[in-house]
C-alpha cells in the first residue's frame, strides 16, 4: 500500500532474491495509493482477480474475514515462525476468534512533530508542548494569539478517528462479544466534549471538520502548523517537499489523557486471499517479508517498527544517535513499547460511519456530545442487533 | 448491412450501459456481496429501507437543490456568448479564458477552491475581511447554510465555458435576415432579443438545459473533494459511493446501493421526459 516508487529500491531485490531462491515462484507486486486502497482492493475481489499476498491495515482484517474473502494460514505456517513476532502483537492484530489470519509487518507509532520556528515565533519553547490533552486548549490558543496561526489539526470524521479517540481514553467502542455498542459512557461524553470545544473555540481549523489526514500534512509543510501527530516515516517527505520545516522540525511522544495513558500503533498486516491457488507460497513469501533481516532493512528507510522480536533488539531502536532521525526512531521505540494495535472489530466500516456522521453532528452543533452518543448506541445497536 | 455498422455501437452501449443498467435494477433486489456463498433474494426490503433512511432523503434533496445551478448556468452562458460572439479583435482570448475551467480537471479546480474558500487561511475571507464585511469569516465549506452553494458555485463556474460555446454556435445560426427585419420593423435591440434570438435559440436553450439537468443530478467530483459529503452536502450519486463502494466509512452494501441508484434513474428519467415535453410543446409555439 502506497509503496511505490519510494521503495522501489528496497522490494524489487527482495523478489528478485527470493524469485532465484524459489525458481518455481513468479511474484508481480502491485501498489495502490492509500486513498480508496481498499475500495480498489475489494474490487480485485469481486473480478476474481485479487493477489495472494495482500497488504492490510490490523484494523480492517475482520472486514475480510467477514467478507470471506481472506482465509486463515493456521496451516500453512509453522510453529517457529510463527514464534518469531512479538506475541502481543501477532495476537491483537491477527488472531480472530482462536484463528491466525495475518501476519503482522510493520508498525507506525504515531509521534507528535513540532516546527520549533512556529514556537519561536510564539515566545514558546519545546517544554511548552503539552503533554496532556489537557494543557492543548490552552497550547493552541496562545499560538493563534501570537502567530495567527494553528497549534494543531484533528481530523474528526475520517476512517476510524472517532473509535482511536475514544479509544485513547479507555472507552471500550463494543462488548466483550461485539454485539451491543459499549461506548455511551461519561468518558466517552468527556471525549466529545473536549474535542468539540476545541473546535468551538476557534483553536483548531474549522476546515477540520471536513478534513481527511493528507490536509494536517500538507498544513505542516506549508508551516501554518505546530503540531502534528503523524507516522515518523513521514520525516522523509517533510525533507523532500519542505527543507526548511525538517530543519525546524523535533519531534516527541503524542500528548495523552492525564488518566489514560494509551497509545495507538498502527500496524500493517499482511494476509492471504481466499481464492489464493497458491496458499503455502503465499505464506512463505510473507513470512521471508517479514523476518528479522528484512523488517530491520526496512524500518531502517522508513522510521517504521518491526514486529518480530528479534528485530526489535537491534542497536538501531536500542541507542539511537542524537540527529532527528535517530531522535524518532528513539521516540517510535518508547511508543511502541506502550502501543497498542487497535483490535479488529466486526462491522468496523459501520461503526465508524455511525461514529463519524455524530461526530460531525456535534460539531455542527446540531445535538450535544451526550445525544450524540445515545444516537449512534442506537444506531449501532441496530445493525448489530440483526 | 445497416446491422453491420450498428454492432460496434450495440455491442459496447449494451455491454457497457444496457447491461450494467439491468444488473443494477437486479441487484436492488438483493442482499448482495460478491463471493458471497449465499446472497439472499429480499425483493423490496432495501426500497422500504430507502423510505426510513433520512440522510438518504437529505441526498435526494440535494440532489434537486442542486438543479438550481441549471437556470443559472444557461442565464450566465448566453450572457457569455453574447459578450464574446462578436467578431472583435482579441475575442478568441477571451473565449478561450472562459472555456479554460472546462478543459481543468474537476480534481484540480476542487482544490483551487476549497483553498479559495478555507475558512480560517481563504482568499475570500481574507478579502471580506480586509473590506471590512466580515471579520469572523464565513464557513464557506464548513457551516451548513453555504456548503452545499458554494460548491455549486465551482459546478457554474466550471461548467459555464461549455454552454456559453453551446450558446455561440446558437447565435452564429440566428438568420442575419430575422434581425435585420426586427430592426427594420422598429424593434429595438432588447425587443430584438427577447422576440428573434431566444426564440430561435430554444433548442439550445433545451439542450443546454437537459444537459445541465443531468449532470447536476449526478454531481459527485465536487463533493467528494470538496466536503467529502460532510456538512450537509451529501447527494444521492455520493450516497451510492458511500454505501456501495467506501470500504473505509459504510462498508460495501451493493444490493442498496443499487436501490439508490434505480431511485435516481427514476428521478433522472422523470425530470428529463418532463423536460423534454415542455420544451417541445414552448418550441411548437
Known amino acids: ?111 507528535m512533530f513540532v516546527n520549533k520556528q ?70 466517552a461524553e468527556e471525549v466529545f466534549t473536549f474535542w468539540s470545544d476545541l473546535y468551538f473555540e476557534g483553536l483548531v481549523p474549522r476546515n477540520s471538520i471536513t478534513a481527511t489526514h493528507r490536509t494536517p500534512i500538507e498544513q505542516y509543510k506549508l508551516g501554518n502548523l505546530a503540531l502534528l501527530t503523524a507516522g515518523p516515516q513521514l520525516s522523509r517527505q517533510f525533507k523532500n517537499d519542505a527543507p526548511e520545516v525538517y530543519d525546524a522540525t523535533e519531534v516527541v511522544e503524542l500528548p495523552r489523557w492525564s488518566n489514560s495513558e494509551k497509545s495507538l500503533l498502527a500496524l500493517m498486516t499482511l494476509a492471504v486471499s481466499k481464492e489464493s491457488h497458491h496458499s503455502k507460497e503465499a505464506v512463505d513469501f510473507a513470512v521471508f517479508l517479514t523476518n528479522e533481516a528484512n523488517q530491520i532493512e526496512f524500518a531502517k528507510r522508513t522510521i517504521t517498527m518491526p514486529s518480530v522480536t528479534k528485530a526489535l533488539q537491534d542497536p538501531l531502536f536500542q541507542n539511537s544517535d542524537d540527529s532527528l532521525r535517530g531522535r524518532m526512531f528513539a521516540v517510535a521505540a518508547r511508543e511502541t513499547a506502550k502501543g497498542e494495535v487497535l483490535r479488529p472489530i466486526r462491522n468496523n466500516a459501520m461503526l465508524n460511519e455511525v461514529l463519524n456522521d455524530v461526530m460531525e453532528s456535534t460539531l455542527l452543533g446540531r445535538v450535544t456530545p451526550k445525544e450524540a452518543l445515545e444516537e449512534a448506541e442506537r444506531r449501532i445497536n441496530d445493525v448489530l442487533g440483526r | 448491412m445497416a446491422w453491420v455498422f450498428l454492432m460496434p455501437t450495440i455491442i459496447v452501449m449494451g455491454v457497457f450501459q444496457f447491461l450494467p443498467m439491468v444488473c443494477a435494477f437486479a441487484l436492488s433486489l438483493w442482499d448482495y456481496f460478491p463471493n458471497a456463498p449465499e446472497n439472499q433474494f429480499v425483493f423490496l426490503d432495501n426500497f422500504i429501507r430507502l423510505l426510513h433512511d433520512s440522510a438518504f432523503w437529505l441526498s435526494v434533496r440535494n440532489s434537486l437543490l442542486y438543479l438550481l445551478c441549471v437556470p443559472i448556468i444557461v442565464v450566465l452562458s448566453l450572457g457569455l456568448a453574447l459578450l464574446v460572439e462578436p467578431k472583435i479583435p482579441g475575442i478568441g482570448f477571451f473565449r478561450a479564458c472562459y472555456y479554460l475551467p472546462v478543459v481543468t480537471m474537476m480534481v484540480v479546480v476542487a482544490f483551487a477552491w476549497s483553498l479559495i474558500f478555507d475558512t480560517d487561511n481563504g482568499l475570500l475571507n481574507a478579502f471580506l475581511a480586509a473590506a471590512g464585511i466580515s471579520e469572523e469569516g464565513i464557513g464557506w465549506l464548513t457551516n451548513e447554510r453555504y456548503a452545499l452553494w458554494s460548491v455549486m458555485a465551482v459546478t457554474v463556474w466550471k461548467g459555464l465555458g461549455y454552454y456559453m460555446v453551446l450558446f455561440i454556435v446558437g447565435l452564429k445560426a440566428v438568420p442575419m435576415e430575422l434581425r435585420e427585419a426586427a430592426r427594420i420593423d422598429g424593434a429595438n435591440s432588447i425587443q430584438s432579443f427577447f422576440n428573434v434570438t431566444i426564440p430561435s435559440l430554444w433548442p439550445v436553450i433545451s439542450i443546454a438545459s437537459i444537459i445541465s439537468s443531468i449532470s447536476a443530478l449526478q454531481v459527485f467530483e465536487e463533493i467528494y473533494m470538496m466536503t467529502n459529503g460532510r456538512v450537509g452536502t451529501s447527494t444521492v450519486v455520493f450516497d451510492i459511493y458511500e454505501t456501495g463502494f467506501d470500504m473505509g466509512n459504510g462498508g460495501i452494501d451493493l444490493g442498496y446501493a443499487s436501490a439508490m441508484g434505480v431511485v435516481l434513474f427514476a428521478i433522472i428519467f422523470s425530470f428529463t421526459a418532463i423536460s423534454a415535453r415542455k420544451m417541445d410543446s414552448m418550441y411548437a409555439k
Open chain 1, 1 to 111: 500500500m502506497q509503496l511505490r516508487p519510494d521503495f522501489d529500491d528496497y522490494f524489487l531485490p527482495l523478489i528478485e532474491q527470493y524469485e532465484e531462491e524459489h525458481p518455481d515462484v513468479a511474484i508481480r507486486w502491485e501498489d495502490y495509493p492509500a486513498t480508496n486502497y481498499e475500495t480498489k482492493l475489494m474490487m480485485s475481489f469481486f473480478a476474481h482477480s485479487a493477489p495472494d499476498v495482500i497488504n492490510l491495515s490490523s484494523e480492517s482484517v475482520t472486514s475480510y474475514i467477514k467478507n470471506g474473502t481472506i482465509q486463515s494460514i493456521d496451516d500453512y505456517i509453522d510453529s517457529e515462525s510463527r514464534a518469531a513476532y512479538v506475541p502481543r502483537i501477532l495476537s491483537s492484530a491477527g488472531v480472530y476468534k482462536d484463528r491466525l489470519w495475518c501476519l503482522p509487518w510493520y508498525a507506525v507509532p504515531e509521534v
Open chain 1, 118 to 187: 512556529i514556537l519561536e515565533e510564539a515566545g514558546m519553547s519545546m517544554e511548552d508542548v503539552p503533554r496532556y490533552y489537557d494543557d492543548l486548549p490552552e497550547f493552541c490558543r496562545q499560538i493563534r494569539e501570537r502567530t495567527g496561526k494553528f497549534g494543531y489539526y484533528p481530523i474528526y470524521t475520517e476512517g476510524s478517528r472517532v473509535q482511536v479517540l475514544l479509544w485513547e481514553r479507555g472507552v471500550p467502542i463494543t462488548s466483550p462479544d461485539g454485539k451491543q455498542a459499549a461506548f455511551n459512557t461519561p468518558e
